[in-house]
């Protein structure tokens, strides 16, 4: 089976300061993991992946994450948020061997920058 | 452009009804999904298919029911069964192999009349 969690329903930070969002995960073999976002009333966008190799993953609009196999984490991070960055972001997972193939997704955490 | 197309995006229900929700996407994929998204409960897997004329049950399947005819489309049926509809539906579409993400349309609200 796989899980993901995310611990904080929400994370306030001010414009310009870093961020992160926490994400654990659980699989039974290695994972695949995925961060995606998502505006009021719209789909998930994708944001950026884990597959293998580096542990620090970049992606779009900077965002990066980390990924730490002891601790069974994959945290987003960006250097300094903007307002635009305020939405509800998603982590997810996927068994890189066995298991089915659909992602399964974390509770999202809002993400509120302040100006 | 390719992309994931989901209609309609507003979609009211009577009791004792059968709705279905289209998904149509264009970006030559063999798996596609749906998920429910409720409020504080991230999203949930109703059913997903890898391959034309085949599907499986996700983790909430019942009241549903799903079609694969065509590569393209995965529409969903939404039956009377399903006794707490309203929510939120998203359809995805991925690649076969697992390091792919998978990519979303932008939704259909369900809501009871």
């Known amino acids: 089976a796989q899980s993901v969690a995310q611990p904080e329903d929400q994370v306030n930070v001010a414009e310009g300061n870093p961020l992160t969002v926490k994400c654990t995960y659980s699989?039974?073999?290695?994972?695949?993991l995925f961060w995606y976002v998502q505006y009021p009333n719209r789909g998930l966008q994708f944001l950026l992946k884990y597959i293998t190799g580096d542990n620090l993953v970049k992606g779009s609009y900077g965002f990066e994450a980390e990924f730490n196999k002891s601790q069974t984490s994959f945290h987003l991070k960006k250097p300094s948020a903007l307002v635009s960055d305020s939405a509800l972001y998603f982590c997810?997972?996927?068994?890189?061997?066995?298991?089915?193939?659909?992602?399964?997704f974390g509770s999202g955490t809002r993400l509120q920058v302040q100006p | 452009d390719g992309g994931i197309t989901q209609s309609p995006k507003y979609l009211f229900r009577k009791e004792g009804q059968n709705v279905t929700l289209s998904c149509e996407q264009n970006?030559?994929?063999?798996?596609m999904y749906w998920y429910r998204q409720d409020p504080g409960q991230g999203l949930r897997l109703i059913y997903y298919?890898?391959?034309?004329?085949?599907?499986q049950k996700g983790d909430i399947a019942e009241g549903y029911s799903v079609s694969r005819e065509k590569k393209e489309s995965f529409p969903l049926t939404v039956t009377s069964a399903q006794k707490n509809p309203t929510a939120f539906y998203l359809c995805?579409?991925?690649?076969?192999?697992?390091?792919?993400?998978?990519?979303f349309g932008d939704g259909t609200r369900l809501s009871i009349l």
């Open positions: 699989v039974s073999g290695n994972p695949y």
């Open positions: 995805a579409s991925s690649r076969q192999e697992r390091n792919q993400p998978q990519h």
């Open positions: 970006l030559n994929h063999d798996a």
């Open positions: 997810a997972v996927r068994d890189m061997g066995t298991g089915r193939r659909a992602l399964t």
């Open positions: 298919s890898q391959i034309v004329n085949d599907f």
